[in-house]
């Protein structure tokens, strides 16, 4: 009598087809919770993608805004000037986001304003960017802010205002 490794161990070709057959059924059972897991991670890692590229771009647009020279942003007499570097602040932000590859993004509040809420001199500018933008798959959608001007596609991402001193 002849004796094989597996049936010492008391497995044979039929079981080995068993075990089998349950290792696909428990791999089709945990793709239910994988693959929305998994997609779920792509929107938010889309969303803080934006959220970078936003905050970049709002510094950006600041730095811009601040090589202006503008002596006092209260005074009529640099309208023009203060004209010029909130321009040039937009300007910034578009560029910013178009050399990031970023599109679709509908910025909010793009404008920096000065003499800033700081109080900090008359010749300090702020910004609190906002971007509105359509979520890749949509899985986690309903747990984003939503844009207030498209709720039923688009979410919304609001950057901290940032305040920087001017020129």
Not at 25 to 44: G, K, N, Q, R
Not at 51 to 72: C, K, M, P, W, Y
Not at 94 to 114: D, E, F, K, M
């Amino acid at each position: 009598m002849r004796l094989t490794f597996g049936r010492i161990l008391g497995r044979t070709a039929a079981g080995r087809s068993r075990q089998r057959g349950a290792a696909v059924v428990e791999f089709a059972l945990c793709l239910f919770i994988l693959v929305p897991m998994v997609l779920a991670m792509v929107d938010w890692a889309y969303y803080f993608y934006i959220s970078i590229n936003i905050v970049n771009a709002q510094r950006e647009g600041l730095v811009a805004a601040s090589q202006v020279t503008v002596t006092d942003c209260t005074l009529v007499a640099n309208a023009a000037a203060k004209a010029s570097a909130i321009t040039a602040a937009t300007t910034a932000e578009a560029a910013y986001l178009t050399n990031a590859g970023i599109t679709g993004v509908t910025l909010v509040n793009s404008s920096p304003a000065c003499p800033c809420a700081a109080a900090v001199s008359n010749t300090c500018w702020d910004m609190s960017l906002a971007a509105d933008f359509t979520p890749i798959l949509g899985w986690v959608a309903p747990w984003m802010k939503k844009s207030p001007l498209n709720p039923t596609t688009q979410a919304r991402y609001t950057a901290r205002t940032l305040v920087v001193a001017g020129k």
